[in-house]
């Protein structure tokens, strides 16, 4: 069984003959803008484990970033899709009901943690760009406000609203002018305080930035909400310290401001929780509304907007919607994630992963001078590599490098942070133990290879 295998080249190099004709297909006819350094071509895949054409097996320790927490192909998702193709694939919402959309809807209304005092509702849409574009048409409608505060390092989308909204503008380049009525803060990274702050002093410098925002750009009285992602993910995996939110809820409570968490990348028992924002309800606070796709769905197209009552009926018809939100099929697959999740109990699963990860990592902080800090929730960690421990450098290079041998030897990693300098780590939660202890290895002989090479 494909789920059971370990990482195996068979190939010469990589890409093999059958998946270079691929790899130059894609070159001929694919725009070079959607890129991809990765040497592999996807023929099979089951669990946590990609095969490509030519036999070669590869450790998947990206998950399609985030989308595979429940594992490729998993055979519950799968039957759930066969099931539900055979009776249609798609009835859209606006002209026929179909009872996957509302029953997933009263499953997340059920758990996701946001702030009510009635009914929660539920929309849903095909990508994490679409619904966090959605979220905030919402909050605008609701709030009769035109701006909104995102932060340093955040990652919500490609389209034009969300790509302005992120903070790597790399991503817009030649596509301006961009969407207005968007204002960035400083998102608190504690491993990179600006010069002369002081950790214990961390969490009122942040804020003053929001503050900062209020008397130099926007009154506060036109901002319709404040979104954040609970752990940063392209922004280098970096958890929002929780007192900083809590302070954030209050800043929004205090000034009629509605607080968006986007759990794109985040959610469905990915940090140990069922979504990142249940360590917020824990400590006592929770967002106006969340929004959630990737791993919602086992691998098919599918993101929703959840909040309370108050807030979405706000909307007027015609104003959210879309063809295929909430395609039947799409449905069909995120109500057995939801099933297998609690089955299989991934929840407790990735708190495990999550601790054996992060022990490994913190002993390779103090091996390897390149390992600058180890970070996270759960099974959602990041590696910041630099090349001084002082100066924090971004050792961009070496992570480039990094990826490279790594996939050479069966593993595939990916980057993130605003310099590309960290690896992240989003392993489905279904990974085995051997596969687990194979790919750690399989890093850290990269590291210290790659390390030497460094010094001679």
Known sequence: ????????????????????IILSERKKYVPNSVGCIYPVVI?????????????????????????????????????????QSE?????????????GYTKLAQKLAEIAPVKKNEEVKVFFANSGAEVN?????????????PNVIVFSGAFHGRTLLTMTMTSKKAYAKGTGPLADGIFRADFPNLYHLPKGIKEEDAIEYYLARINQIFEEESAADQVAAIVLEPVQG????????????????????????????????????????????????????????????????????????????????SVPKGVIGGTFGGNAVACAAALEVLEIIKDEDLITKAQKIGTRCKKEFLEW???????????????????????????????????????QLCVSKGLIIENA???????????????????????????????????????S
């Open 87 to 99: 009776k249609y694939l798609h009835g859209m919402f606006n002209i026929v009901t179909h009872k």
């Open 417 to 455: 942070g605003a310099h590309g300098n960290v690896i992240r780590f989003l392993a489905p939660l279904v990974i085995t133990e051997d596969q687990l202890n194979v790919g750690l290895t399989i890093l850290e002989e990269s590291i210290q290879e790659l390390s030497v090479s460094k010094i």
């Open 365 to 403: 902080k103090t091996k390897y001078p390149v390992v600058g800090d180890v970070r996270g929730w759960g099974a959602m960690l990041g590696i910041e590599f630099v090349e001084d421990k002082k100066t924090k450098e971004p050792a961009t290079k070496f992570v480039s490098d990094l990826i």
């Open 133 to 145: 574009e959605n979220a905030i048409k919402i909050a605008k409608v609701y709030t009769k406000r």
């Open 234 to 313: 392209e922004g280098g995996f970096i958890p929002a310290p929780l007192k900083w939110v809590e302070a954030v809820r209050k800043i929004c409570d205090e000034n009629g401001i509605l607080l968006i968490a986007d759990e794109v990348q985040s959610g469905f028992a990915r940090t140990g929780r069922m979504f990142a924002s249940n360590y917020w309800q824990e400590a006592g606070f929770t967002p106006d509304i969340l929004t959630v796709a990737k791993s919602i769905a086992g691998g098919l197209p599918l993101g929703g907007v959840i909040a309370r009552k108050e807030i979405m009926d």
């Open 1 to 20: 069984m494909l789920s059971t295998k370990l990482p195996k080249i068979i190939t010469k190099q990589l890409p093999g003959p059958k998946a270079n």
């Open 43 to 83: 023929e099979n895949s089951e669990g946590a484990i990609i095969q490509d054409p030519d036999g070669n097996l590869f450790l998947d320790w990206v998950g399609g970033v985030g989308v595979l927490n429940v594992g490729h192909t998993n055979p519950r998702v799968v039957e759930a899709v066969k099931k």
